[in-house]
Antibody, heavy 121, light 106 residues
């Protein structure tokens, strides 16, 4: 079964660092773009950035450039989303999603279950 | 704010047809994808590349992209179709989502 499994919910304090993960299985992880998507409470979907695990080519959406770091570990078929200093406004549900066609930008056919990050001030 | 424009909400009577549109300059000549999201769940792809239905998605879901107005159509709407629906395109290497439309089935 093709799936993305994300790490569990996090409760952190403002100023702390955090890395959440998204592990793919059932397909050739390195060949498909992965996106990280934020959903703030009661709000819509926002793409934070994308990564191609094959060569770690990473692109950040304008609003998130410099705010987070996206990376991937090919050997463990895992993508990561990282913050060096969390803010209360980072409180949100974070999804990873796979672009459906190898090597190209297409619809996101596989989604992780989501990781809830709560940051207290 | 999103560069893809969707109506905030759409209501449809049980068994009738709902249409959800996605506007904006970014949709011209681009493939549009549609997702359904129910509370507490991850988004689910329901239409890809304007009008294609993934395996397992009921035929009641269809998509079109004529002119500059991509449209998701849900025929014979059921209570289980109540959800938020998002359109999405790629703009170069940027992923854009619409603001989402809340579908209510009356």
């Amino acid at each position: 079964e093709v799936q993305l499994v994300q790490s569990g919910a996090e409760l952190k304090k403002a100023g702390e660092s955090l890395r959440i993960s998204c592990q793919g299985s059932g397909y050739m992880f390195i060949n498909y773009w992965i996106a990280w998507v934020r959903q703030m409470p009661g709000k819509g979907l926002e793409c934070m950035g994308i990564i191609y695990p094959g060569d770690s080519d990473t692109r950040y959406s304008l609003s998130f450039n410099g705010q987070v770091t996206i990376s991937a570990d090919r050997s463990n078929s895992t993508a990561f989303l990282q913050w060096s200093s969390l803010k209360a406004s980072d409180t949100a549900l974070y999804f990873c999603a796979r672009s459906s066609v190898a090597g190209t930008h297409d619809a996101f056919d596989i989604w992780g279950q989501g990781t809830m990050v709560t940051v207290s001030s | 704010s999103s560069e893809l424009t969707q109506s905030f909400s759409v209501s449809v009577a049980l068994g009738q047809t709902a249409k959800i549109t996605c506007g904006g300059n970014n949709v011209r000549n681009k493939n549009v994808h549609w997702y359904q999201q129910k509370p507490g769940q991850a988004p689910l792809l329901v239409i890809y590349r304007d009008s294609n239905r993934p395996s397992g998605i009921p035929e009641r879901f269809s998509g079109s992209h004529s002119g500059n107005t991509p449209t998701l159509t849900i025929s014979s709407a059921q209570a289980g179709d109540e959800a938020d629906y998002y359109c999405q395109v790629w703009d170069s290497s940027t992923v854009l989502f619409g603001g989402g439309t809340r579908l209510t089935v009356l």
